[in-house]
Structure formats: C-alpha cells, structure tokens
C-alpha cells in the first residue's frame, strides 16, 4: 500500500486480547478524544495509538491512512451528538423549547466535566477545515445537515404549539442555532466560563418567543 508515495506495509492486529473489531472501535474512540480536545491537525496518531496500546504498525491493519481514520471519527462522533440530541429533543415529557434548554444543559455539563477542554468535535474541525482532506468537508455538512434537522423538527413541534411564531421558517431557525451554537462552545472553551452557552441559549429563546 502507497501513503504519499510512501510504501507502508499492511500491519498486524494489535495483540491486546480484544478482537480486531473491538481495537477498531477503542483507536476510533481514543480519535474522539483527541480530535474534540486538540483538533485534527494537532493530534499525531502515537498518542492516539499509544492510548489504547495499539504499535504504529498495526494502525494500518484497521485504517489505510490517517484521512480515513478521521472519516470514522467523525461519524462516531456524529452518531454519539445525534443520540444525545434525540434524548433531550424526543423527550416528550418536557415541552419542544424546555428540551432544547435541557440539551444545552447537558452539554454544559460536559465541559465542566472535562475543565473546559473539549468542545464539539465537529465544529472544531470546521474551524480548520482548510487543514482537512476533502473527503472530510462532506462528513462535516453532512453531520450539520443531521443536526439541524433535529432542531427544526423540535421547532416545528414549538411552533404547533403556539410558542413561536408561526411566521418565522424553522428550518431557517435550525441553522442559525447551529452557527450561534458552535461559536458559543468555542467561546466557553476559550473563556473556561459557561456565560456564552448561557448567553446564546437565553438570546435564541428570547427571540423566537411569541
């Protein structure tokens, strides 16, 4: 196999007592990790490696290259934050915007829990999306394409309700949570502070309300 016209050979599976499937799945968590706290660019793959005790040579067992370990990553990643967000967004025991409210206070939880060094993977890698292979651009519009949907449809669940108006497009709404989302994360994780999750969610809330 040629890397950059570099020849590799093909490792071994790691001799770790997991089976080749459950290495996999510990190097494509152990990325996570790393990409959510130091993004793609920074991350060297010893460190990831070294985390789950897998040699340098049998990462290419597993994956061709590093652009196509960054592609499992980030659909790990981007099936994790759906599932969270279906836990907070389809729980009808709170109302459509109480639910919303609920996910962001989840979230910050997440990074008090983590001292505020890890964000969203997914936004951090859209902050070096020049840095990126191509290949990963797509996953990333794709996974915001997902999100998005699931906001609107919460939305749209407000709007039947009668808490937002029913003159503002959802769809619209969505995507304009998503971007004052992301810049809101990167501020608290800059910052150490909650106040800008906390300042977005109040600000989103208070405007669409009727």
């Not at 071994?12 to 990325?31: D, F």
């Not at 959510?36 to 897998?54: H, N």
């Not at 829990?113 to 999306?129: A, D, T, W, Y």
């Amino acid at each position: 196999m040629k890397i950059n016209n570099t020849t590799i050979k093909r490792g071994r599976p790691a001799k770790s007592g997991r089976s080749s499937s459950q290495t996999k799945q510990a190097l494509v968590q152990s990325g996570v990790e790393y990409f959510t706290e130091f993004g793609f660019a920074a991350s060297g793959l010893d460190q990831i490696l070294k985390k789950v005790s897998v040699p340098k040579g049998s990462f290419y067992h597993y994956f061709a290259n590093k652009e196509a370990f960054g592609i499992a990553v980030i659909q790990e990643y981007s099936h994790y934050f759906a599932k969270k967000l279906d836990l907070h967004l389809l729980n009808e025991t709170n109302k459509p915007l109480v639910r919303i409210e609920s996910f962001a206070n989840d979230a910050k939880a997440g990074m008090t829990r983590h001292s505020f060094k890890r964000g969203c993977l997914i936004g951090n890698l859209e902050q070096e999306v020049t840095l990126l292979p191509e290949s990963h651009r797509q996953q990333l519009l794709d996974t915001f394409d997902i999100w998005q949907k699931k906001i609107a449809c919460c939305l749209q669940l407000a709007q039947q309700e009668g808490a937002i108006n029913t003159a503002l497009d959802c769809n619209t709404l969505a995507s304009f949570f998503w971007m004052g989302w992301e810049g809101a994360i990167a501020k608290s994780k800059l910052t150490k502070n909650l106040l800008p999750i906390d300042t977005f969610i109040g600000s989103f809330l208070q405007l669409i309300a009727k």
